[in-house]
């Protein structure tokens, strides 16, 4: 696999907990890697304790041995091929794959796949990047996206144009993380949004899409500013007054 060089710094927190995984990983004879929030919060220095793992194999499998491993318990969801352990951090497995959304605005079809195919599915390039966990390329990163460039230069930027017809959740998610971390959504993808917002997306989405995300705002520290961006993107009719589907 070629990897965009580069070793992510894993904390000694963790550190032990993610070898655990790639030994793991090794004895399945499969390739394993943190990926997504984790992976961008320790680029930025900030610390996450939510560690995101993505399995090329049985997820579950992968996540039984590693709970038993560290005598933690577990959660599985079958149809999804994920499972949360909860050890002293919260991790969540699962299973590469890639989607296929066969109407805008819906939830997406899934088929177990690669890692190359489970980051290009992902939403911004900054939460595209994945570390490998396995012995023999332990912390090394995989960044197809250039991610790491997007984070240095604090921007957010989709992977693909039709990013928000497909999930147009992903507008919330932008400007979520903008207004989190004082990035700025790059022109292009800017533009995308609002092409999506005068499609009408936001009005396909079902209501508890909606307000799974307005919570998730809400909880955050920089709450008012990401809802003022909000409305300046998608106009007052579209978001926090609105009912969905």
């Known amino acids: ?8 710094e894993i904390p000694e927190n963790v550190a032990s907990i993610l070898k655990t995984a ?11 890697f943190a990926v997504g929030g984790f992976v961008r919060d320790l680029l930025l220095g900030i610390e996450n304790l939510d560690i ?12 039984k041995e590693l709970a038993d491993a560290l005598g933690s318990p577990f959660i599985t969801h079958e149809q999804f091929g994920t499972a949360v352990i909860e050890n ?13 959304y066969k ?4 939830y997406p079809s899934v088929r177990f796949g690669t890692i190359k195919e489970d980051l290009k599915r992902r939403d911004f390039t900054i939460n595209a990047i994945a570390a490998s966990l396995n012995a023999e390329a332990f912390a090394e ?27 147009p959740t992903r507008i ?40 799974k ?24 009719n579209n978001v926090a007054y609105r009912q969905g589907k």
């Open 1 to 8: 696999m070629q990897h965009n060089k580069g070793r992510l």
């Open 22 to 32: 790639g030994a793991i990983g090794d004895g399945l004879d499969f390739k394993v």
């Open 52 to 63: 995101d793992i993505v399995a090329e194999g049985n997820g579950l499998k992968f996540a």
């Open 88 to 100: 002293d951090v919260k991790v969540d497995v699962a299973t590469a794959r890639s989607e296929f």
């Open 103 to 106: 109407s805008p605005a819906d």
């Open 141 to 167: 990163m995989l960044d197809l996206f250039n991610g790491r460039k997007d984070l240095k230069k604090g921007i957010i930027r989709v992977l693909h144009d039709k990013s928000f017809i497909d999930d």
């Open 172 to 211: 919330f998610r932008a400007v979520r993380f903008e207004q989190r971390y004082n990035f700025k959504i790059d022109d292009h993808t800017e533009k995308l949004i609002k092409h999506a917002v005068s499609a009408g997306m936001l009005g396909r989405l079902k209501k508890q899409r909606i307000e």
């Open 213 to 236: 995300e307005m919570a998730l705002i809400s909880a955050e520290r920089m709450a008012s500013s990401m809802l003022i961006r909000l409305e300046g993107l998608t106009g007052r």
